[in-house]
């Protein structure tokens, strides 16, 4: 890291809101240097030290990225002067500094300091102004303690002024005596970060504020697998190894996180389950929903639904299997039900025949699913509008960035049928907002394929909810007579069958090619994209509609590896192409990439279509294309699913990641032109059967796969799946068996 020192000359840009600014530095050798971080409360005519980098940018040349900054005061009358002049301190301009500095020379800024009632005997300075004066100096004081405290901890400028505006002129004196309360207040801070400060502090290592907030931090990362709970058994383990504690201090805080409300713990079959606040919730809210709407009263519909579908049979020249017409009756007859089938067996058709009959008798019909992707697949396989839930819900952000929706209990979706596509990618929040928004007699039918992998998010809810046997479930296995001309769909069912696909017939759209070595097997991934997939179809574009799909993040053949090389094959640099360096990536105008983590708060416009629409809210998985890098405003651009742009700033520039190569969990709900899949050795938990029939599902006309035929046998044979933890099915089945004996 450098360091450079000087006084500011002139402020080229500043954002209020967070504090960044593109501005020019004077050394005492008169050499000007451009500037750019986040540094509140800045003005020209300011002494700084400045920390960081040296960087070069493609437009604007040479400029110094500030990663900490201090104050430096001025120690002559003159240096004194300007740096009052300049504005930095609200109630003094020019004619006011040359007066104080005039009666007090070099002992202006001390008397501003410790004893700014003196002021009062210059002219034009009442008491009004002295308020303002010494409110505005206080604020930049306090704020400069306070990022002076932080930045060695590795809390960014941003991040600091955060903490000064949540906890004022006590920040420092709050977070010494319990620093783990940045975790609960500040987005952005994690335990780590916290436990870093306490350290450095002395706290001791069996501080019950250390405790508590290592069991909420182990229990969140537990949950971010895809669990809604942890074990007992699983939290000491983990609480020994990240706290170095006993078991005895780890049950001690177990409990004291349980009676301050922070956890709930439910002994289930002898065995303790710990939940935090907010999935113990949601799992008791999908339970009593879900029953509550399979025993309601629906309006019976006067109409004659064998005779209904034998019309939409005629008109769309087409004869339903008899698992389908049982899913349309069951669809007409009951509350609620699931309808679940891979690919090819004709959930879109009945989708469309469900709508026909609801539409034709005067039922007012909503569509969604999880993603933006999955709804405008919906849309264009339908032709009438789908959403996303998160749309259809109308989602807005909460003061803590905490999505809320304005379709609740209270003020339901305004419809009396509503179908959910690609159910398996809903999680147990999402899921049990979906259900509060569902008014009593509102039918809801939900389809998905129950043999995809599960949601990102935490929970297993599309099995749970067909294990526990509380809806009607139609499972549909007949492949038709269409579907069955494509060896995607033939092979898709093969593998789920745990059978070896079909591999490489003429003019077909499956094929695998064999390499051993994963070097190799990188190499054809990267010609494939960029050449030899481009020439066999002119129509395929090299980033818009070819996928590589990988098991893992890590290795040669994972994420992390592959993006690096393709954006150099399909992104290159270029004189006019800005890039911004964020995490361990470059990114580049022109970039694909995906959002990794749900932004409640980011806004979006639309940039198509009639009128303008905004709104809230970017999604885990959703992808995109980088169209602006603006340095003045240190701002990014990203179109999304070429309608949506939004505008990110540094703070959440974390949340971006590459997505030339996607893992194929990150891939759920969406589809793709031709899926490339790398086949290699992986962990046993990862390599699974259920992966690989995810990957191939994606693809619409063409899937290749990359490597070892051993490593596609390994994965077909391997049907175990990880196991997630939840008792949403346990709940349901609890309350079934109760109602009966009762």
Known sequence: MEEIQGIVDSIIFKNDENGYVVARLKDNKSYYTTFVG???????????KLKGQWAVHPQFGEQFKVESCEEVVPDSVSG??????????????????????????????????????????????????????????????????????????????????????????????????????????????GFKTADKIARSLGIDLNSSFRIESGINYIINQFCALGNTYIPVERLLNDGRDILGVSDENIKE?????????????????????????????????????????????????????????MKFEQERGISFASSQIEAIKGAVANGVEIITGGPGTGKTTIINCITYIFEKHGLRVFMGAPTGRAAKRM??????????????????????????????????????????????????????????????????IIVGDVDQLPSVGPGNVLRDLIDSNCVKVIRLKDIFRQSSQSMITVNAHKINNGEMPLLN????????????????????LMALISE????????????????????????????????????????????????????????????????????????????????EEE???????????IDEINEEENTLSIIF????????????????????????????GSEFPVVIIPMFMGPPMLMNRNLLYTGITRAKKLVVLVGSIKAMKFMIDNNRSFERYSLLKWRITNVLENAIED
Not at 505 to 524: A, V
Not at 615 to 624: L, T
Not at 642 to 647: G, L, P, S
């Open 615 to 625: 709104g809230v809210g970017v999604f885990n998985g959703d992808v995109g294309y």
């Open 253 to 309: 805080g177990i409990m004291q996180s349980a009676f301050h409300g922070k956890i709930k713990v439910e002994t289930v079959n002898n065995k303790e389950c710990i939940f935090t606040i907010p999935y113990y919730y949601c799992e008791l809210g999908v339970t009593k929903k879900i029953l509550t709407l399979s025993i309601a009263k629906y309006d019976e519909l006067e109409l004659n639904v064998d005779e209904e579908i």
């Open 379 to 444: 849309t264009e396989a339908t032709g009438k509008e789908a959403k996303t839930i998160h749309r259809l819900l109308e989602m807005g952000a909460g003061e803590d960035e905490d999505m809320m929706f304005s379709r609740t209990e209270e003020t339901p979706l305004e419809c009396d049928a509503v179908i959910i596509d690609e159910a398996s990618m809903i999680d147990i929040m999402l899921m049990n907002n979906l259900l509060k928004s569902i008014a009593l007699g509102t039918r809801l």
């Open 532 to 611: 030899r997939l481009p020439k066999f179809n002119k129509e395929w574009d090299k980033q818009r509609h070819i996928q590589i799909l990988t098991p893992m993040r890590k290795g040669i053949l994972g994420v992390e590896n592959l993006n690096k090389g393709l954006q150099e094959v399909l992104n290159p640099p270029g004189k006019w192409k800005n890039e911004k360096k964020s995490r361990d990536n470059v990114l580049r105008v022109g970039d694909k990439v995906m959002q990794i983590k749900n932004n409640y708060s980011l806004k979006w416009k639309r940039i198509k279509g009639d009128g």
């Open 38 to 48: 986040c540094i509140p409360y800045i003005s020209e005519g300011q002494g700084l």
């Open 80 to 189: 004194i002067e300007r740096y009052l002049a300049s504005g930095v301190i609200a109630g003094i301009g020019p004619v006011t500094a040359k007066k104080i500095v005039e009666k007090f020379g070099e002992e202006s800024l001390n008397i501003l300091e410790n004893d700014i009632e003196k002021l009062r005997g210059i002219e034009g300075v009442g008491e009004k102004k002295i308020a303002i004066i010494y409110e505005s100096y206080g604020k930049q004081k306090e704020l400069r303690t306070v990022m002076m405290f932080f930045q060695s901890y590795g809390v960014t400028p941003n991040q600091c002024v955060k903490i000064y505006k949540r906890f004022k002129a006590d920040s420092v004196k709050i977070i010494k005596e319990n620093p783990y309360i940045l975790t609960e207040e500040i987005s952005g801070i």
């Open 505 to 524: 017939g003429r003019d077909k759209d499956f094929y695998f090619i064999n390499s051993e070595e994963s070097s190799s097997t990188s190499d054809i």
């Open 641 to 668: 699913d070429e309608e949506r742009k939004v505008v990110y700033e540094d703070t959440y520039l974390d949340e971006i990641d590459l997505a030339y190569a996607v893992t194929i969990h990150k891939s759920q």
